[in-house]
């Protein structure tokens, strides 16, 4: 049983910057893909990066591709994304999740949940 833990979400300034953590108990942390996916206000959960057990194959969501970053260190079994040149449009609730494959985050294989943390980002 894996579970995790969100942080480092909060108010910022459109342009600013933010990095989440997100902090995974269990050992099945270092072999599960892992990612992030967000949900606005009265919008569907939506994907936005994902990086493989050893930190490589990531993929991010097209509206983020260039400002964000994903990473991981199996050594402290936790995950990050770094959010740079933040904007208006990025402001929802962030969730981590973990997979149960090794490769890369599917929402119809995600084994565990982090409860979220709120991004809000004002113009």
């Known amino acids: 049983q894996v579970q995790l833990v969100e942080s480092g979400g909060g108010l910022v300034q459109a342009g600013g910057s933010l990095k989440l953590s997100c902090a995974a108990s269990g050992r099945a942390f270092s072999s599960s893909a892992m990612g992030w996916f967000r949900q606005a206000p009265g919008k569907e959960r939506e994907f936005v990066a994902t990086i493989n057990w050893l930190g490589g194959n990531i993929y991010y969501a097209d509206s983020v591709k260039g400002r964000f970053t994903i990473s991981r260190d199996n050594a402290k079994n936790t995950v990050y994304l770094q959010m740079n040149s933040l904007k208006p449009e990025d402001t929802a609730v962030y969730y981590c999740?973990?997979?149960?494959?090794?490769?890369?985050?599917?929402?119809?294989?995600?084994?565990?949940w982090g409860q979220g943390t709120q991004v809000t980002v004002s113009s």
């Open positions: 999740a973990g997979d149960r494959g090794p490769f890369k985050v599917s929402v119809a294989s995600i084994a565990y």
